[in-house]
């Protein structure tokens, strides 16, 4: 899981960084937020990975599980709330950078959404 995250969290800031330099104001207000994304993604990613293989040696496996399957339901909440913020930036803030930020913000609530959504449903039931 915090391999998929870490790739997608690379794809972002690589595309972010690229847009950052657009002539396009869309295009740049995208891109700050496919970079400031993928370097939070990133950090999750990793201090997730190194939480895991601490707890990996300490942690009951079924208490793990219901660990990873509460904080992905929280995180599938808190996405909902990020695509509003989103939305709202579109709605209340039509200058083209605000525009590509809210874009930015929608795409990556949303990949979001789904992520956590996947791997909160792939947590073995019978493991909780």
């Not at 847009?19 to 207000?29: N, T």
């Not at 939070?40 to 601490?54: K, L, M, N, T, W």
């Not at 956590?116 to 947590?123: E, F, N, P, S, Y």
Request: hydrophobic share 55%.
């Amino acid at each position: 899981m915090t391999n998929r995250l870490l790739a997608w969290s690379m794809l972002s800031l690589f595309a972010g960084l690229y847009f950052c330099f657009s002539a396009s104001d869309f295009f740049r207000g995208f891109g700050v937020q496919c970079a400031a994304w993928g370097l939070v993604d990133a950090g999750i990613a990793i201090f997730g990975a190194r939480s895991a293989a601490r707890r990996k040696s300490t942690a009951v496996p079924k208490d793990e599980a219901k660990h990873i399957r509460r904080l992905l339901w929280l995180n599938f909440g808190l996405d909902f709330l990020y695509i509003i913020g989103g939305f709202s930036i579109l709605f209340f803030l039509p200058a083209s950078f605000w525009q590509g930020t809210g874009w930015g913000i929608i795409i990556q609530g949303a990949f979001l959404l789904f992520f956590d959504l996947i791997h909160a449903l792939r947590v073995p039931i019978e493991a909780i």
